[in-house]
Structure formats: structure tokens, C-alpha cells
């Protein structure tokens, strides 16, 4: 009887090392899952404060007259039929 007690103790025993284990590998797993979920919703904010930046660079550049200013002055760019001149130091 008591060979039998004590098989059931140390059943017991195991048992509960077994829980006690499972439950620190599952807090461990959510404090990860957290960090991963805050680092997600950070990447999410980067991209959708990049998103709006082409947004409104995409809605800038549409101006015809923009561009064309941009082209002559930046590119030193002109139109068919024009001509251009360059004054030189």
C-alpha cells in the first residue's frame, strides 16, 4: 500500500511540474507574441505615415505647371520649337 502511495505522489509530482512548466512556456510565448504585436503596429504606422508622404507627393507632382517649372529650372529641359540660352562667367 504505501509502494502504491508513493508511485501516486511521485504522479502527482510530475503532473504538476508539467503544468507549472506548460504555464511559464505560455506567459513566455505572450510576452513575445506582445513585442511582436507592438513592433507589427509600429512598422503599420511607419508604412501608413510613408503612404501619405507618396500620397501627397503623387498629388504635387500631377500640377502641370509644377513639373514644367521643375523641368526648366532643375533639368535644364525645354520645349520642341524652343531654344535656349546659356550665359557662361
Same mark, same amino acid.
Given at each position: 500500500?504505501?509502494?502504491? $502511495? *508513493?508511485?501516486?505522489? =511521485?504522479? *502527482? *509530482?510530475?503532473? +504538476?511540474?508539467h503544468?507549472?512548466?506548460? &504555464? +511559464? &512556456? +505560455? $506567459?513566455?510565448?505572450?510576452? @513575445?507574441?506582445? =513585442? &511582436?504585436?507592438?513592433?507589427?503596429e %509600429?512598422? =503599420?504606422k511607419?508604412? @501608413?505615415?510613408?503612404?501619405?508622404?507618396l500620397?501627397?507627393?503623387? @498629388? !504635387?507632382? !500631377? #500640377?502641370?505647371?509644377?513639373?514644367?517649372? $521643375?523641368?526648366? !529650372? #532643375?533639368? !535644364?529641359?525645354? %520645349?520642341?520649337?524652343? &531654344?535656349? $540660352?546659356?550665359?557662361?562667367?
Amino acid at each position: 500500500m504505501k509502494k502504491l $502511495y *508513493f508511485i501516486g505522489n =511521485i504522479i *502527482f *509530482f510530475c503532473l +504538476v511540474v508539467h503544468f507549472i512548466g506548460q &504555464s +511559464v &512556456s +505560455v $506567459y513566455m510565448g505572450k510576452k @513575445k507574441m506582445k =513585442i &511582436s504585436l507592438m513592433e507589427t503596429e %509600429r512598422n =503599420i504606422k511607419e508604412l @501608413k505615415e510613408r503612404k501619405n508622404k507618396l500620397l501627397e507627393e503623387k @498629388k !504635387n507632382t !500631377n #500640377d502641370k505647371e509644377k513639373t514644367e517649372k $521643375y523641368a526648366r !529650372n #532643375d533639368l !535644364n529641359l525645354k %520645349r520642341e520649337g524652343e &531654344s535656349t $540660352y546659356k550665359i557662361v562667367e
